[in-house]
T-cell receptor
Framework: RKEVEQDPGPFNVPEGATVAFNCTYS??????FFWYRQDCRKEPKLLMS???SGNEDGRFTAQLNRASQYISLLIRDSKLSDSATYLC???????????FGKGTTLSVSS | NAGVTQTPKFRVLKTGQSMTLLCAQD?????MYWYRQDPGMGLRLIHY???????AKGEVPDGYNVSRLKKQNFLLGLESAAPSQTSVYFC??????????FGSGTRLTVV
């Protein structure tokens, strides 16, 4: 099993749609979790951290299920500007490097 | 506030040539990292550093060397470039337990 797995997509949705991405991780002792966004030919940028209690930032909601070892990202009311690749990221233990999933591509169309 | 700066942004090398990629951060972060990103492969860790004077190997270290002589700088060296090292290289830095700040990348082509 790969350390961090994501469905590569692409997810093609119309503006205004709600879309959800899931990610699974293999190390049950993993410490912290993030979602990053990467635009074409640009660097990844932190979208949001993921907390056990779940957290929301505007149209974006992230959730963590430690028992099942998966992380989710929900995007409501999709905008054209949400088109990007979304990277699921896991920190397996403090003091080590983050592990990046290969990303899920989202394309929002008008 | 510059964040993480990578130089150069683009480079074309001939097979066998050497070069050094420079990463500089002004956020006083302890941790610094070098990744490469290839189509379909995602981000793969080359080397990382948890503090000045320390380095460690990542997932794909072969053919690369690194140095962290100053806290703010992390250098990635290619001693003898190969076409397989054609890639986009990203440097990142972080405080312990926090997410990364990435540089804008170096696009390297080895011919």
């Amino acid at each position: 099993r790969k350390e961090v797995e994501q469905d590569p997509g692409p997810f093609n949705v119309p503006e205004g749609a709600t879309v959800a991405f899931n990610c699974t991780y293999s190390n049950s002792a993993s410490q912290s979790f993030f979602w990053y966004r990467q635009d074409c030919r640009k660097e990844p940028k932190l979208l949001m951290s993921v907390y056990s209690s779940g957290n929301e930032d505007g149209r974006f909601t992230a959730q963590l299920n430690r028992a099942s070892q998966y992380i989710s990202l929900l995007i409501r009311d999709s905008k054209l500007s949400d088109s990007a690749t979304y990277l699921c990221v896991v920190n397996p233990q403090a003091g080590t490097a983050l592990i990046f999933g290969k990303g899920t591509t989202l394309s929002v169309s008008s | 506030n510059a964040g993480v700066t990578q130089t150069p942004k683009f480079r074309v090398l001939k097979t066998g040539q050497s070069m050094t990629l420079l990463c500089a951060q002004d956020m006083n972060h302890e941790y610094m990292y070098w990744y490469r990103q290839d189509p379909g492969m995602g981000l793969r860790l080359i080397h990382y550093s948890v503090g000045e004077g320390t380095t460690a190997k990542g997932e794909v270290p072969d053919g690369y060397n690194v140095s962290r002589l100053k806290k703010q700088n992390f250098l990635l060296g290619l001693e003898s470039a190969a076409p397989s090292q054609t890639s986009v290289y990203f440097c990142a830095s972080s405080a312990r337990g926090h997410g990364y700040t990435f540089g804008s990348g170096t696009r390297l082509t080895v011919v």
